[in-house]
């Protein structure tokens, strides 16, 4: 372990620290003040140990100040099983000072990080003085439940993959979980589901009822809840249970798992092996697997305080979709973990916001349009948004919905700014006032761009009719979904209108098949894969969406969609999502290239600067283009040259 002497602080910056982070923030302002004084600063670079297992005698609480941390255990062979990462404002020892004094797990610093310690007198006294300390700190590092953790990780032989290994991709749900699950029967008390968790050393149960179906689940994180806010413990257990219990087959791969535990913000799915549940696995089960993990990031997002906290975790996605990309992840996949990490960036922000600013004086949804709304974004996606409430009559409330909106609405842009989220060139944001309307505003809106088809209303089309719920109040974009799903379809002209449009890109291919580049400016000599590859696709499988009455909004699931119903010929379903998936991929990879280069990420590739192979594919892709704008002049009978 490196000996780095610890440096005196200015209390005011640890105070400052202190009073935004879990769980000192709920303490009173003598008691942070008192704990300041007496803290040091540590530095350690990346790769040191600083804790090992069984061995260091931890004098101090590690407060990551900066930086990131790994805890682990290591067999009697030398393997590694990771446990866990600890980020900023997370902390490292306190375990040990509520145990044996001793550290219970190697720790090792994944990144230079700066450390605040807390002595273990002033803290144990911080603990003894302080029940919201104490229930945070023992409901969360109970020995029972680490000794019950350490016997898993040992009973379960999950062999630690190689450095190149496929991890969420090549591994199965069913090859990890835990099984088969432990159950008890609804009526009985919190307090005895506890003392059976313990009994059966199991994180979690999943609750009966008299004919042994699942009702829902209840895990160790709900118990610790109990804890803290003071519960009846002989109430019934399914007071605290989440219901219904949300599935993952066991033959899906571990990476779609993951992405749905961050997407529900869970940690714990019931496994199904035939219908029927067979077993349990968790978040901790993943990242064991896989050794680096997402996870770390989407603790970070949730764990924040402070909107400000959420400003740099946007620049870690890029290290979280190099590890999927190196193991082997397609497009779909990369914007699908893209999409939830923005999703939960975007729904932690607008928490934090309305808790700002108070409740809200109507329902309300935060509409996610373009890229964002198909779920399709990458590491250069400006944002196109709107804001949609409830339609009152009084007049003084409408003012009041005025206000707040506009407020919120301003603030909310700002903040995702400083997320990494750049505005809208055009402004098409719910900072602007006519994108910040009553539900029949917007109703209007869809009826007049579907039913007076011009130039505008086209281009309205590629943008607001690819729109999600990203925050609040589902039912008001679900209601328009239906709206527009019913009344397109009967739309003859606006649907020719968005067809036109889709014929106006020409593949990039010249009569000789080579590629068609810039000739001049600063982009001399490459050639844009979203506007001349992606979006002809995501233009088609949109008018054959609304065409069909098909409500998906990704354009992968459109054209899945659009195949199954037999909407369009099953060969060029396949080749379109073929050939939109490999150009996704060339633009996902050749963003991030430029990402780690410093560089701001466009969307210009240089062809001579692709493989063999990859132009080929290339070439192959936008010969699809070709066929899918002659299936739309058949359709719509365009006699377009």
């Known amino acids: 372990m490196a000996d780095n002497s610890a440096g005196i602080l200015e209390p005011g910056m640890v105070l400052d620290f202190l009073s935004e982070t879990l769980p000192f923030s709920e303490l009173d302002q003598a008691t942070l003040t008192a704990m300041a004084k007496e803290c040091t600063i540590d530095f350690h670079p990346k790769g040191t140990q600083i804790f090992f297992q069984g061995e260091t005698k931890v004098d101090s609480l590690f407060l990551v100040q900066k930086g990131g941390v ?30 044996t004094g001793r550290a219970s797990l190697d720790a090792e610093t994944v990144e230079d990080t700066f450390f605040f310690k807390i002595p273990k007198k002033v803290f144990m006294q911080a603990v003894e003085n302080n029940p919201a300390l104490s229930h945070y700190y023992l409901s969360s ?18 062999e630690m993959p190689s450095e190149s290994g496929l991890y969420l991709f090549g591994s199965r749900i069913g090859d990890i979980a835990s099984g088969p699950p432990v159950t008890l029967a609804m009526g009985h008390s919190i307090q005895e589901a506890a003392a059976h968790m313990v009994k059966e050393s199991v994180g979690s149960l999943l609750i009966t009822d008299p004919s042994d179906d699942i009702l829902g689940i209840v895990t160790d994180k709900d118990l610790r809840k109990c804890l803290a806010v003071g519960m009846d413990y002989t109430a019934p257990i399914e007071v605290i249970m989440s219901s219904p219990v949300v599935t993952v087959d066991s033959n899906d791969i571990c990476f779609d798992a993951l992405l749905k535990m961050m997407s529900r913000k869970i940690h714990h799915l019931a496994v199904t092996t035939d219908d029927q549940i067979a077993g349990v696995v968790t978040s901790h089960d993943v990242m064991v697997l896989q050794g680096k993990s997402p996870l770390a990031l989407f603790r970070e997002i949730l764990s924040q305080r402070s909107i400000k906290g959420l ?45 700002e600013l108070g409740r809200p004086p109507v329902p309300f949804s935060w509409i996610l349009m373009g890229s964002e709304g198909r779920k399709e974004q990458t590491f ?6 709107a804001l949609v409430y409830k339609d009152v009559q009084d007049e003084i409330l409408q003012r009041a919905i005025s206000i707040y909106f506009e407020a919120f609405a301003d603030k909310a842009i700002d903040h995702l700014i400083k997320c990494g989220f750049p505005p809208c060139p055009g402004k098409i944001m719910a900072s602007n006032p006519r994108w910040r309307q009553p539900y029949s505003v917007w109703r209007d809106y869809f009826e007049r ?27 008001f974009s679900d209601e328009l979904r239906d709206h527009l799903a019913l009344h397109c379809q009967r739309q003859e002209l606006f649907l020719r209108y968005l067809a036109v449009n889709c014929l106006e890109t020409k593949p990039p291919l010249s009569f000789f098949r080579n590629f068609i580049v810039e000739k001049d400016g600063a982009h001399k000599n490459t050639l844009d894969i ?4 992606l979006a002809p696709i995501v233009d088609f499988a949109r ?6 009455g098909i409500r998906e909004t990704n354009t992968m699931g459109r054209l899945e969609k659009l195949k199954d119903r037999d909407a369009i010929p099953e060969d060029l379903g396949v080749d379109a999502l073929e050939a939109y998936e490999f150009l996704m991929h060339l633009r996902l990879v050749h963003q991030l290239d430029m990402v780690e280069m410093g560089e701001e990420p466009n ?26 704008q002659t299936h739309l002049k058949e359709m719509f009978r365009l006699n377009i040259a």
């Open 141 to 158: 590092f109970s020995t029972d439940y680490v000794a019950k953790a350490f016997s898993e990780m040992r009973v379960r032989e999950v």
């Open 530 to 533: 979203k506007k001349r590859g």
């Open 380 to 385: 250069y996606t400006d944002q196109d948004n």
């Open 311 to 355: 400003y740099p975790l946007g620049k870690a996605v890029p290290s979280v979709i190099r590890t999927l990309v190196e193991e082997g992840a397609k497009a779909g996949n990369i914007a699908r973990m893209i999409t939830v990490i923005n999703d939960l960036i975007l729904d932690r922000l607008l928490t934090l916001l309305v808790q």
């Open 543 to 548: 008018v054959m969406a609304l065409k069909t």
């Open 70 to 99: 790994k805890l682990y255990l290591r067999d009697d062979e030398g393997r590694e099983t990771l446990l866990d990462y600890r980020g900023d404002g997370s902390s490292v020892g306190a375990l040990a000072m509520f145990g």
């Open 449 to 475: 761009w579907i039913t007076v088809p011009e130039p505008e209303q086209v281009m309205n089309a590629a943008i607001f009719f690819d729109f999600r719920t990203g925050f609040g109040d589902s039912s």
């Open 603 to 628: 969307n210009f590739i240089d062809p001579k600067k692709l493989s063999d192979l990859e132009k080929k594919t290339l070439k192959e892709a936008f010969g699809v283009l070709g066929r899918i």
